[in-house]
C-alpha cells in the first residue's frame, strides 16, 4: 500500500518562511508527477505547483516568484519552499504524486498540513 506523508506545516509570519515535505513509501517502483495543492475557506482548490522526474516546475501565478518546488527522486520525496509569505497564503496544503507500483499509475494524495500565516 502506498502512502504520502506530509510534514512541516504551521504557523508563519507575513514575509516570513516555511518549507513543506511530502515522502512516498510503500510498494512503489516509480514516481513521476508530485506537486502540492491548497485549498482556503471559502476558496476552490489550487494547484500551487508541480515537479515532473525531468525537474520541470510550474507554479501558479499566486506563488510563483516566492515558492520553489523540488524533490528528491532517490527519497520518493517533494519539498515546498515558502519563502515571503503573505496571509492569503493560509491553506491547507496537500501533496500529491503519481505512481507506478502496478499495471497502471495511480495519483495519490497526502492528508493535508495548514499552513496559517499571521502577524
Known amino acids: 500500500q502506498v502512502q504520502l506523508a506530509e510534514s512541516g506545516g504551521g504557523v508563519g509570519r507575513p514575509g516570513g518562511s516555511l518549507r513543506l515535505s511530502c515522502a512516498a513509501s510503500?510498494?512503489?517502483?516509480?514516481?513521476?508527477?508530485m506537486g502540492w495543492y491548497r485549498q482556503s475557506p471559502g476558496k476552490q482548490r489550487e494547484l500551487a505547483a508541480t515537479?515532473?522526474?525531468?525537474?520541470?516546475?510550474f507554479y501558479a501565478d499566486s506563488v510563483k516568484g516566492r515558492f520553489t518546488i523540488t524533490r528528491d527522486s532517490a527519497k520518493d520525496t517533494v519539498y515546498l519552499q515558502m519563502n515571503n509569505l503573505k496571509p492569503e497564503d493560509t491553506a491547507v496544503y496537500s501533496c500529491?504524486?503519481?505512481?507506478?507500483?502496478?499495471?497502471?499509475?495511480?495519483?495519490?494524495w497526502g492528508r493535508g498540513t495548514q499552513v496559517s500565516v499571521s502577524s
Open positions: 500529491y504524486a503519481q505512481i507506478h507500483s502496478g499495471a497502471i499509475p495511480k495519483y495519490y
Open positions: 510503500g510498494s512503489i517502483a516509480s514516481v513521476t508527477e
Open positions: 515537479i515532473t522526474p525531468g525537474e520541470l516546475t
